[in-house]
């Protein structure tokens, strides 16, 4: 299992790598590549989100 400081990082990786799909999918006109960074951003969301909630429960 995963610490809550390595969730908390790789989520904002993914939250980042996110937005840039996201972008470069609205300036190459590809909504595919565009619609994977938004789930790539919102997956970097949620699994911020369990690292602080990890670090909370103090595991």
Known sequence: ???STEDQAEGRFHKIRGMLKEIAGELSDNPKLEAEGAGEK???KVQEK???F???LGT
């Open 50 to 52: 369990i690292g602080q």
């Open 1 to 3: 299992m995963k610490s």
């Open 42 to 44: 919102i997956a970097g």
């Open 54 to 56: 990890k670090k909370v």
